[in-house]
């Protein structure tokens, strides 16, 4: 048979890909190994955190299905750095792991243009140096007009715990070996990458009462902007806290012989910023212990995930360690934790479609791109299906700038820079976090679900009802003043907030409120009651952050302006200091026409484009002088 789209993997990249396609209205089929486990996540029982959060609230934004399955069958509900600036709050959200894979699953199944089978993808078929289907282990071949990779840890796929080794794309799971090396004999630069889990305790070996407890907001913040607030009332489970000490790092330490990480045994390269707990006490020999995190992984609480326990050591070592830990000393382990090594390709393979550029009409999507994280994952999925689906439909491509998303942060790192260790989403990665926020992003991005047809034409239209009124209260704000009469000063010292001494706009004044509020913000401007919560903190946050706002556009449009500056044609990058030798390379040979088209090249980074910039115009300055 023939389709439109076709995607490889059923995890929460090509969830994602295969679901945007379909509802695009392209015809879409998704290849899978095991249908039952679509949506599995194999990892943390989680969604969202700093920064993964932004990618999660963007991806609902622009029609995605993560942000809708965690608000059905969340198990616990918080905002992460509440106390701090509203640009590096992240939401974060406990699944429940069996309920979220049987969501996704059957979303996927019900699915209108979305067909699903499960088999293993051997091969590319190929017509020249364009994709043009796929064959699977049992020989059957279906055509595609585009085809997405979104294969996880399933290529070449390898856990280990000890010294035993198993050939497996998660425990349990067939690996996608034949495909790996195909694309091995392709030509494509592929390289080994490495993460890991934790062991898995039943719940009622657990003695919580020695731990400490976790609870959720009260009351809790969905994660989709279509999830109505008045009617989300989940059932909250609480996590806990408990510690590693000095006789499990003993324990370790003592077996790091037997460690696959030191041992030689694991090749690939682990995430930094979640390190194993060898690595952890290799690292950090000074720290006397670890935060480890209990977490609930279903509704009935029969089995906790042990969140900072990451690793692959062996049964009877991971056995002992765990039973030295308080509350955890008559566990029982119902799942051991393990290391998976696996295929990905580099990322500046990758045009910023996410389509490869040595074949056409394939994309790749996920962490088989050398990201980690669901997060990261979902979010490559969704652009790659939107891409592949305005390619058919001969449309411009959909690139997010990095001042317009996350999503255009994390992809153009990855195309433009690659990685040699997984990629994971920070607040830190973003130049414009200030207007890159949480809770913003639905009017950041509905326009383009309105221009593809990602989402409800009804909903589209209540967020632009609800933008026009957020634009008219911040109009009023910049456009009237308060005076210093007694009765105004008066209501500012009940406030507690500093008084003024001359005329000053509204705007200035909330931005001067040092914890802005609903209450504080009517006490002021009573007439403010006729806008709705979600609308007043939009006005807080916008007011608050208004002048810092205003700096960062206007960086943004200089950006745009030096993006736009054509590059002589006869420029000599060799002359040009401060560019190392496989930037110049890499320009000489693309012969880019505009800073724009340099800064789309894989590897020219920002700070190249600078120094080109200021070359171009010293350059045009000796021409009219």
């Known amino acids: ?159 280990h715990i000890g010294e035993k080794k198993q050939q497996a794309g998660r425990q349990g799971e067939f690996a996608s070996v034949s495909l790996a090396n195909h694309l091995r004999e392709l030509g494509f630069e592929i390289g080994r990458l490495k993460t890991g889990t934790c062991a898995r305790i039943a719940g009622d070996s657990i003695d919580f009462s020695v731990m400490e407890p976790q609870n959720g907001d009260n009351p809790p913040t969905p994660f989709s902007f279509r999830t109505k607030k008045e009617k989300f009332n989940p059932k909250q489970l609480p996590c806990w806290i408990t510690y590693t000490n000095e006789k499990t790092h003993e324990i370790i330490e003592s077996n790091f012989y037997r460690a696959p990480l030191f041992s030689g045994q694991i090749e690939g390269v682990g995430p930094r910023y979640c390190p194993s707990i060898e690595d952890k006490i290799d690292r950090f020999k000074e720290r006397p212990r670890h935060q480890i995190f209990v977490e609930p992984q279903t509704q009935e609480a029969n089995e906790y995930y042990l969140n900072g326990l990451s690793t692959s050591l062996p049964v009877d070592v991971q056995r002992d360690m765990i039973h030295s830990i308080k509350g955890l000393e008559n566990a029982k382990i119902v799942r051991y934790g393990y290391a ?45 299906g939107i891409n592949a689906v305005l390619a058919i439909r001969k449309e411009e491509p959909f690139i997010l700038g990095r001042d317009e998303a996350y999503i255009g942060v994390l992809i153009d790192d990855l195309v433009t ?27 950041r991005l509905y326009k383009y679900s309105e221009k593809y047809g990602l989402l409800e034409k009804d909903f589209i239209e209540k967020i632009k009802t609800k933008e026009k009124r957020i634009q008219e209260a911040l109009t009023w704000l910049k456009t009237n003043y308060a005076t210093p009469t007694k009765e105004f000063i008066k209501t500012l010292e009940e406030l507690k ?71 002589p044609k006869d420029f000599d990058f060799e002359k040009v200091e401060g560019l190392s030798n496989e930037v110049v390379e890499k320009l000489k040979k693309a012969t880019p026409p505009t800073l724009f088209e340099a800064s789309r090249i894989s590897g020219i980074t920002p700070a190249a484009i600078e120094i080109l910039h200021i070359y171009i115009k010293m350059a045009q300055k000796k021409e009219k002088s």
Request: include cysteine; aromatic fraction near 6%.
């Open 1 to 159: 048979m023939e389709y439109d789209v076709i995607v490889i993997g059923g995890g929460h990249a090509g969830i994602e890909a295969a679901l945007i396609s379909a509802k695009m209205g392209a015809k879409t089929l998704m290849i899978t190994i095991l249908v039952e486990q679509i949506g599995a996540s194999s990892c943390n029982p989680a969604i969202g955190g700093l920064a993964k959060g932004h990618l999660v609230k963007e991806i609902d934004a622009l029609g995605g299905e993560m942000g809708l399955c965690t608000d059905a069958t969340g198990i616990q509900f918080k905002v992460l750095n509440n106390s701090k600036g509203p640009a590096v709050r992240g939401s974060r959200a406990q699944i429940d792991m069996d309920r979220y894979r049987i969501y996704m699953r059957d979303r996927v199944l019900n699915t209108k243009n979305l067909c699903v089978k499960q088999e293993i993808v051997e091969k590319l078929l190929l017509d020249g140096k364009s994709a043009i289907g796929v064959e699977t282990q049992l020989g059957n071949r279906y055509l595609g007009k585009k085809i997405i990779i979104a294969s996880g840890t399933f290529l070449n796929g390898l856990i």
């Open 417 to 443: 820079k690659g990685t040699n260790e997984p990629y994971r989403m920070f607040t830190s990665r973003a130049e414009y976090r200030l207007l890159l926020r949480e809770d913003n992003a639905i009017f």
């Open 497 to 567: 907030e500093q008084k003024i001494n001359d005329k000053t706009a509204w705007i200035d004044i909330l931005a001067r409120i040092a914890t802005p509020t609903k209450e504080k913000l009517l006490k002021l401007l009573p007439e403010f009651k006729k806008y709705e919560d979600d609308e007043i903190e939009q006005i807080l946050i916008e007011a608050k952050y208004y002048r810092y706002i205003q700096k960062q556009k206007a960086q943004i449009e200089k950006m745009h302006e030096m993006l736009e500056v054509k590059i």
């Open 340 to 384: 998976i090594e696996y295929d990905f390709i580099q990322p500046t393979e990758l045009k910023h479609t996410l389509e490869s550029k040595k074949i056409k009409n394939l994309y790749w999507a996920g962490q088989v791109n050398g990201t980690t994280g669901y997060e990261e994952a979902a979010a490559q999925g969704l652009m790659a």
